[in-house]
């Protein structure tokens, strides 16, 4: 009893890890325009904020490979939280330091990002070495909680600045600093097992040279490029198609995708011990493409803003349900083969929004010539999990 009490504990400390990624990854593009009336920054830089963030987890990622099982689990993940505290709290202070306020904010943003990419290698791994049955549905539970942080840090900091103004901004950063602080301490606690024993998990050459790593990756980047091109367009898509203002739109589209999404993983995480992974995928693969295609080509905007949330409904499995047949299939995987797949994960969620992006200009600006192209991605996915289920027939 005292064994699983305490494994509890590693459960906690693992859902307010994702909790503050989401902090990370959702807090500073609410005060871009801030950032640009405070201190006279560009559009144009500021741009290259998210930029900066998601190439330092990426290169994190990459190097985690190498380090983290010499290093130790828990070092880098008491680590991880402690930089993102730091980055956090260093936003609200190194743009008043120093001469070039724009150097103090990128200097932030690598902090908590480096921090933010351990989490993302770490956390998963942490949970699969715990002595908990149906682990899969622990996974889609765990990864709900970065849905939940990211629908609390767009409510919480609205309310924020409704009731005490956007002037305040410094004093809320360094309120959502203090849930990696406090998760220190969980971290350097609780108790963290190994997720393959000493001189047993898999080598990095011996990973690239298996067929099913390869597939397994075309899942994580599809799964990847699923969930944040819809995700980081779902605001414009709002505002363009329903003529609301940002507040409106940042509510109704990433916070109901955000919500949806949330809810997929915690109905999953309650009812996975009577469900197939792979087939639940299929599934979800198929309605995301539909999702997708609803909003691209729907006539009305509020069948395009029903596309765009149901799209979180079937989003929601694909990112740790990938990890979990990873795992399933792979055991001996270890460390490595988790920060492949953030690399691949974070690789798609880089590269599909900045395609749809690209591609709506060249349309002329519309967002759902962007959307439309994106189908491909959950079309890839539905591809390599056919493949995958007849492998294991």
Request: aromatic letters at 10%; one cysteine or more.
């Amino acid at each position: 009893m005292e064994k699983q009490k305490n494994y509890g504990k590693t459960l906690l400390a693992c859902y307010l890890g994702f909790v503050t990624q989401a902090i990370s990854a959702n807090f500073t593009p609410l005060l871009f325009l801030t950032f640009r009336s405070t201190y006279g920054i560009t559009l144009e830089k500021i741009a290259m904020i998210p930029m900066v963030f998601y190439l330092a987890q990426l290169l994190i990622d990459l190097a985690a490979t190498k380090f983290a099982d010499k290093i130790g689990y828990r070092a880098c993940v008491v680590g991880s939280q402690v930089l993102s505290a730091a980055g956090l709290a260093s936003m609200t202070v190194l743009p008043e330091l120093l001469p070039v306020p724009f150097a103090g904010i990128l200097i932030s943003v690598v902090l908590y990002a480096v921090g933010s990419g351990l989490i993302e290698v770490l956390v998963s791994p942490i949970v699969e070495a715990c002595p908990f049955d149906h682990k899969d549905g622990r996974m889609s539970l765990l990864h709900s909680f970065y849905c939940w942080g990211a629908l609390g840090v767009v409510l919480g900091s609205t309310l924020f600045f409704a009731v005490f103004g956007i002037e305040h901004w410094k004093v809320l950063t360094v309120l959502w600093a203090i849930v990696p602080l406090y998760n220190t301490w969980n971290f350097i606690r609780c108790p963290i097992g190994r997720l393959v024993e000493d001189g047993k998990s898999m080598g990095i050459r011996e990973l690239l040279r298996l067929p099913l790593f390869w597939l397994v990756i075309v899942l994580m980047i599809c799964t990847g490029a699923s969930e944040a091109t819809m995700a980081q367009w779902a605001s414009a898509f709002t505002e363009s198609a329903l003529g609301v203002s940002k507040t409106v739109g940042d509510l109704a589209g990433p916070g109901l995708f955000a919500m949806f999404m949330g809810l997929s993983r915690m109905l999953y995480g309650k009812f996975s011990e009577k469900l197939d992974l792979t087939r639940v995928m299929l599934l979800c693969g198929v309605m995301c493409g539909g999702c997708y295609l609803l909003a691209a080509l729907s006539p009305s905007p509020v069948l395009g803003l029903a596309g765009c949330a149901l799209c979180g409904l079937s989003v929601g499995i694909m990112w740790p349900g990938s990890i979990s047949i990873s795992s399933r299939e792979c055991p001996r995987g270890g460390t490595a083969m988790f920060a492949f797949l953030a690399l691949a994960g974070d690789l798609g969620a880089t590269v599909s929004p900045t395609m749809a992006g690209g591609l709506a200009q060249l349309a002329g600006g519309d967002l759902k010539a962007g959307l439309l192209a994106a189908t491909a991605f959950p079309a890839v996915l539905v591809l390599g999990l056919l493949i995958l289920k007849k492998r294991g027939n």
